[in-house]
């Protein structure tokens, strides 16, 4: 399952805020879907720091897609 | 996975803290140089505490301001890694803060050799910043506009400090040199390809994320740094070549540039699904307002020879280039960096999300309220003290009480980042020792 965080409404730092939470309460093999309207450099250090992979896509109408999981093993 | 990017090398906090609590302090230089000289000082731009008090906000305020925030932002924002961030804070800083000091004495005291000797301090200062900046700028992994746009604008400041220290030597030494045509040139690299080219490097990435609105348009973002690069080398050209109509075609397309990225800017705050009303947004607001109208100026300007000949047109643009639009723009951007800068160290504290306050505390509502209302005042004052030369003192006093008061909300800001960061410190340290005895 898919959880998606829609950060693109939202003031700093909630959207890293709430992906931190979400990412505690996070099953096994189910993801995170991230939406800003920038790279959220800062995020990846802290997603490094707990062991999850990830990767982003920009969109056309310049919306980032962050896709979060827990590394395996 | 997507490379590995650095924020664990970002510079400690204590670097943008030195360089955005120096810069306050120089605008309050600004406002009592402004407030001792009278209306001397907006008589003309050629006037000598005319160029001191310019220079107090371009390097004292703007470049203190914008190197630190720099060193910050691109490890944050293009994931890129400073070098020696506080080694070079601790150099570069200083330097700049001499180097300055010199320049203004140099006008303030009719010193030559002032100027002479602030020429290898900026050399050293700003040689250092844009080597380390560059480098960092051009090594990151990530991409983006905003990270193209801010290779053109180190790039920008490079050439201003070049065309600055040539003047200098020809004001200490008589060089013979085009001196109005060279100050023309560097202010355009200075305003422009320095300044203008940050703010909107920068904007593309912080406007979206800080005040909610749409991203900036791809053509724009695309279209405006290299639009600003090339119609500022042509402009440069009258160096070569003199002028004629084409410079004054070409001064048009500047002020259209400018103003595409002043009403860009408005559009995308005026059409933002979800409103937000606070100082930054405030700031920016006056910022953009102030570049039109600074554009509207110029292009009367060109249109009318009689405006161009009056020399209270010039200063009347000056105050709304470096008063209106970049000191509104950063401390709007200091507004939002140092308490977002706070609450990112405090959380890589490893206490837990509940224990670091919120960003919104960091600094009182109120306090930036009524800071960037008392900044608007005075820039109104001193925009009338160039028509009306009376109000000059007063203009200066208000200007010297804003800088004031933002030095003290961003004092707060560290007080209250320090207090925060010894409690959770505690807090963690009492966890790790019950675990321990667990």
């Known amino acids: 399952m898919t959880t998606v965080i829609d950060g693109r409404r939202m003031e700093p730092p909630e959207p890293l805020e709430r992906t931190l939470q979400a990412l505690d309460e996070l099953a096994e093999g189910d993801d995170l879907l991230l939406l800003l309207h920038c790279q959220p450099h800062p995020l990846y250090t802290l997603l490094e720091q707990r062991g999850c992979e990830w990767s982003d896509v920009l969109r056309a109408d310049g919306t980032r897609e962050v896709r979060i999981s827990r590394q395996r093993g | 996975m997507a490379p590995a990017l650095s924020f664990e ?22 406002g009592l140089l402004l407030a001792w000289s009278g209306g001397d000082a907006l008589a003309s731009r050629w006037a000598p505490q ?13 470049l203190q301001a914008m190197g630190g925030a720099l060193l910050q932002f691109i490890p944050v924002a293009v994931g890129g890694n400073v070098w020696r961030p506080r080694l070079v804070a601790a150099i570069v800083q200083p330097l700049l803060l001499m180097a300055t000091l010199l320049l203004v004495a140099g006008w303030v005291f009719g010193n030559t050799a002032a100027f002479a000797a602030a020429v290898p301090l ?6 250092g910043l844009v080597a380390v900046v560059g480098d960092a700028l051009w090594r990151t992994p990530a991409s983006g506009m905003t990270l193209w746009t801010m290779r053109l604008a180190s790039g920008g400041l490079a050439v201003t400090v070049v065309l600055g220290c040539l003047l200098a030597e020809t004001l200490a030494h008589g060089l013979a040199l085009p001196f109005v045509m060279l100050t023309d040139v560097h202010l355009a690299w200075g305003l422009g390809g320095w300044a203008l080219m940050l703010l909107a490097g920068v904007s593309y990435h912080v406007v979206p994320m800080f005040q909610l609105t749409q991203p900036y348009p791809l053509w724009f973002a695309r279209g405006f740094g290299p639009l600003l690069l090339a119609l500022l080398l042509a402009w440069s050209g009258r160096l070569a070549i003199g002028d004629g109509a084409w410079s004054e075609a070409v001064a048009a397309g ?5 103003s595409a990225y002043a009403a860009i800017t408005l559009w995308l705050q005026h059409t933002r699904r979800r409103q937000v009303h606070d100082t930054t947004s405030r700031c920016f607001l006056a910022a953009m307002l102030s570049l039109l109208g600074l554009a509207a100026a110029g292009s009367a300007a060109l249109m009318w020879p009689d405006v161009a000949a009056d020399p209270r047109s010039a200063v009347s643009m000056g105050v709304l280039a470096f008063g209106g639009m970049f000191v509104s723009a950063i401390t709007g951007m200091m507004y939002k960096i140092l308490p977002f800068l706070n609450w990112l160290h405090l959380q890589r504290l490893g206490a837990p999300m509940s224990a670091v306050p919120n960003m919104k505390q960091m600094i009182p509502v109120a306090a930036m309220a009524g800071q960037f209302r008392l900044h608007v005042a005075a820039v109104a004052l001193v925009l009338a003290a160039v028509w009306l030369p009376a109000l000059a003192r007063p203009a200066g006093i208000a200007l010297a009480a804003s800088f004031a008061w933002l030095g003290w909300n961003l004092l707060g800001a560290g007080r209250r980042y320090r207090a925060a960061r010894v409690r959770i410190l505690a807090s963690v340290a009492v966890v790790r020792a019950r675990a321990g005895q667990g």
């Open chain 2, 9 to 30: 090398q970002a510079p400690p906090i204590s670097v943008p803290y030195r360089f955005f609590l120096a810069a306050p302090c120089f605008g309050v230089l600004a």
């Open chain 2, 50 to 62: 005319t160029l001191a008090l310019v220079h107090l906000i371009a390097l004292g305020f703007m």
């Open chain 2, 122 to 127: 900026f050399v050293l200062a700003v040689g």
């Open chain 2, 254 to 258: 500047l002020w259209i540039c400018a």
